[in-house]
């Protein structure tokens, strides 16, 4: 299906699926810039850190775009861009790095993969789950956009609001806008300054470096950090 994009490019073509292994495997292997690949049902979703993202049949909105361009900021731009999307319904908020968080809640995760040249830039967000269908113990309690605003979403409506967002950011990223957006994202994150602990060591940001590491001063010295559980103490 083609689509009008503000500026042409982020979206201008979705394409449909039932079940596919992972949206983030057709975005790499079709090398296409532009391009979203949308799935009902992935067998083989995947998340951060190796982990597996469960994406069952028709209960959120899995989807991955193809861009030929590097990676760098495309996580920033796609957790702004579903902050931007899910309003005026929901004001959600970014955790750093790039989840997207309703209260306590992560409704959204995002996972940008590179290879040789082509990114895939993929969303996974929560829209019709009951509190049945997520596991009690995981590590970020999750939550559907349906438990948290107490009503269903026009799934479609949502993903055109998204994908016009991500177009401006990455058109954005693409004209060299880069610290800009790298700004709002920090801003959004909302961490400079604030006390945080990982790993049971407590100590404040300083920094939000370029690559969006933190710099944490502790007792112990100053501590970069990647990536990891945070939690924020003020
Ligand atoms: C995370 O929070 O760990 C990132 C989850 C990313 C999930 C999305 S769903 C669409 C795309 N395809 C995948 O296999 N993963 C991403």
Not at 57 to 84: E, H, I
Not at 115 to 127: D, H, P, V
Not at 156 to 168: M, N, Q, S, T, V
């Amino acid at each position: 299906m083609s689509r009008e994009t503000p500026s042409g490019a982020v979206g201008h073509t979705i394409r449909r699926y039932d079940t596919v292994s992972s949206t983030n495997d057709l975005a790499l292997k079709e090398g296409l810039h532009g391009v979203v690949y949308v799935a009902r049902e992935q067998t083989l979703g995947r998340g951060r850190h190796g982990r597996q993202w469960a994406s069952a049949a028709g209960k959120g909105l899995w989807f991955s775009v193809g861009l030929r361009m590097a990676p760098a900021g495309l996580t920033f731009a796609a957790a702004l861009a579903v902050r931007d999307g899910l309003q005026p319904g929901l004001e959600a908020s970014i955790r750093w790095p790039n989840d997207v968080y309703a209260g306590n809640f992560k409704i959204c995760g995002i996972l940008v993969e590179h290879r040789a040249g082509q990114s895939a830039l993929g969303i996974g967000l929560n829209l019709s789950h009951g509190p049945e269908d997520f596991p009690p113990d995981l590590e970020k309690p999750a939550a559907s956009l349906e438990m948290v605003t107490g009503h269903s979403w026009d799934r479609e409506g949502l993903l055109g609001r998204i994908l016009d967002a991500l177009d401006g950011y990455v058109t954005r990223l693409q004209s060299g806008s880069y610290a800009a957006i790298h700004q709002s994202w920090a801003e959004a994150c909302g961490l400079q300054g604030k006390t945080i602990r990982r790993d049971g060591v407590t100590g404040v940001v300083t920094q939000i470096l370029e690559d969006g590491a933190l710099l944490v001063a502790t007792d112990g010295g100053v501590l970069r950090v990647d990536s990891g559980l945070i939690t924020q103490v003020d």
